[in-house]
C-alpha cells in the first residue's frame, strides 16, 4: 500500500507546471487541494529521507570518516572533505527530517551529525577560536568565513528543537559570539565577510541577528537582545535599499540576496513575539517585498534558495499565510522535475542547468527543502494563480 501511495504522490508531482515560463515576480503560486498537500508532504518527507541515505552511499570518506565535498575526487583530493557551506544543509536536512518525524533513529541522526560538526570549530583562530571553513582545522594561519558562523549557528540552534539537546545552544552561542566579537567593526560597524577582511557582506550580519534573537528567547540572556539590536539599528540605518527596502549587501554594495532577507524576515518574527507587533508588520513588508523582487522561480542557487525558502516556511507557520507556503512547494516540485543527475542524486539546478563537479551542497539544498516542508503543516486554503 505504502508503495503504492508512493508513485501516486510522485505522479501528482510530475505533473508540469500550469505555465513552463518564469512568472513575473509578482506572480501568486497556485496549490493543489488540501488532501493532494497532505499526501505530497508525505512524499517529500520520503524523498528527503531517500536523498539522505544516497548521500551516505555516494559521499561518505569511510577512510576520514566523513561526508566529501563532490563526487569528483580529483578535485583537491589531499582536501576532499566537505567545507562547512557544502555540510550545512545537510545538517539542516537531518534537523528538518526529525522535526517532521521525530522518531529516536532520526533524532540520533542529527546528534551524530552535531557532535561531528563541533570539529569545525577552531580553537587556534586569534584570539578566541573561530569556525574553520574545513573540520579538525587547528592553526591560526587560515582565513576563515564570518558567514560559516552563521550557518553552523542556525543548524546548531535547529538541532537543539529537534533532539531537545540544550548542549548545541552552546555552538550556536559560540557561533554568534565570534561574529559579534570578531567579525563586527568597531566605530564604523559592519560585520566583515572573513578574517582577512576583504569586505563586508549581510549573511553573517542576518544570520547572528537571526540566532541572537532565538538564543534570548531561550536563554533570557539580555546580552543577546542588546547585540541583536545593535546590529539591527545598524542594518537599518546603512543597508536598507532605497527603492525596495530590502536589506543589501553592505552599505556600499547594492546587491540584494534572497536568503538574506528571509533571515532578517525570521529575525523579525523573533523580535515580534519578544517585543511586539511593528517587528511583525515588518517580516511581513520584507516577505512583500521579497515577493515582488525576486522571482516565484527561485534562481539564486539551491543552496542560497532553499535558506530563502525556508524562511518563507517560517513566516507562514506565523501567519499562516499560503502564499508562502506556495513558493516552497513550487520550487520543490521544479526540483522534483528538474534536478535529478547520477545515481538519482539532486546535482543539477532547480531550472535543469547541470552543475560540474558532483556537488554535495547542490543535492543537500534540495533535501533540505523537501524536509522543511515535510515539517510544515499545509495550508487547507488555495491560492489562485494570478
Known amino acids: 500500500m505504502r508503495t503504492k501511495l508512493a508513485v501516486f504522490?510522485?505522479?501528482?508531482?510530475?505533473v508540469p507546471a500550469a505555465s513552463a515560463a518564469p512568472d513575473p515576480p509578482s506572480t501568486r503560486t497556485a496549490l493543489p487541494a488540501h488532501a493532494v498537500?497532505?499526501?505530497q508532504r508525505a512524499e517529500f518527507l520520503r524523498l528527503a529521507k531517500d536523498g539522505v541515505r544516497r548521500t551516505?552511499?555516494?559521499?561518505?570518506?569511510?577512510?576520514?570518516?566523513?561526508y566529501n565535498d563532490r563526487l569528483d575526487l580529483d578535485w583537491r583530493p589531499g582536501m576532499p572533505l566537505a567545507r562547512l557551506w557544502t555540510a550545512y544543509p545537510l545538517f539542516e536536512t537531518l534537523n528538518a527530517i526529525a522535526l517532521a518525524e521525530p522518531s529516536r533513529a532520526n533524532r540520533a541522526a542529527v546528534r551524530a551529525f552535531a557532535d561531528k560538526a563541533r570539529d569545525y570549530w577552531n580553537p587556534e583562530i586569534i584570539p578566541a577560536g573561530g569556525y574553520s571553513y574545513l573540520p579538525g582545522t587547528r592553526t591560526p594561519d587560515v582565513n576563515a568565513f564570518f558567514d560559516d558562523a552563521g550557518w553552523w549557528g542556525l543548524a546548531f540552534l535547529h538541532a537543539a528543537q529537534a533532539t531537545g539537546d540544550r548542549r548545541y545552544l552552546r555552538d550556536a552561542a559560540r557561533a554568534f559570539h565570534w561574529i559579534v566579537d570578531d567579525g563586527w567593526e568597531d566605530g564604523e560597524g559592519g560585520v566583515w565577510w572573513d578574517t582577512d577582511r576583504h569586505h563586508k557582506t549581510a549573511e553573517p550580519l542576518?544570520?547572528?541577528i537571526l540566532i541572537g534573537a532565538k538564543l534570548y528567547r531561550e536563554t533570557r540572556n539580555e546580552t543577546y537582545l542588546r547585540d541583536v539590536r545593535k546590529l539591527l539599528t545598524w542594518a537599518d540605518t546603512w543597508t536598507v535599499h532605497d527603492e525596495t527596502r530590502l536589506y543589501q549587501r553592505s552599505s556600499t554594495d547594492s546587491v540584494l540576496m534572497n536568503y538574506v532577507q528571509g533571515m532578517m524576515i525570521e529575525a523579525h518574527l523573533e523580535l515580534c513575539a519578544i517585543s511586539g507587533t511593528s517587528y511583525c508588520r515588518r517580516a511581513k513588508q520584507l516577505a512583500q517585498a521579497s515577493a515582488e523582487r525576486f522571482p516565484a522561480d527561485a534562481e539564486w542557487a539551491p543552496p542560497n534558495d532553499a535558506i530563502y525558502l525556508s524562511s518563507m516556511l517560517a513566516l507562514y507557520r506565523h501567519d499562516g499565510n499560503p502564499r508562502w507556503y506556495g513558493l516552497a512547494h513550487r520550487n520543490a516540485l521544479r526540483a522534483i522535475r528538474n534536478a535529478r543527475g547520477r545515481h538519482g542524486l539532486y546535482l543539477k539546478r532547480w531550472d535543469r542547468v547541470g552543475v560540474p563537479g558532483g556537488?554535495?551542497?547542490m543535492h543537500a539544498a534540495?533535501?533540505?527543502?523537501f524536509?522543511?516542508?515535510?515539517?510544515?503543516?499545509?495550508?487547507?486554503a488555495v491560492v489562485r494563480a494570478k
Open 56 to 66: 551516505r552511499a555516494h559521499f561518505w570518506n569511510a577512510r576520514l570518516g566523513w
Open 206 to 208: 542576518a544570520a547572528a
Open 9 to 14: 504522490v510522485l505522479l501528482l508531482l510530475a
Open 371 to 380: 524536509a522543511w516542508l515535510a515539517a510544515t503543516p499545509p495550508p487547507r
Open 366 to 369: 534540495t533535501l533540505s527543502l
Open 37 to 39: 498537500l497532505l499526501q
Open 359 to 361: 556537488l554535495l551542497r
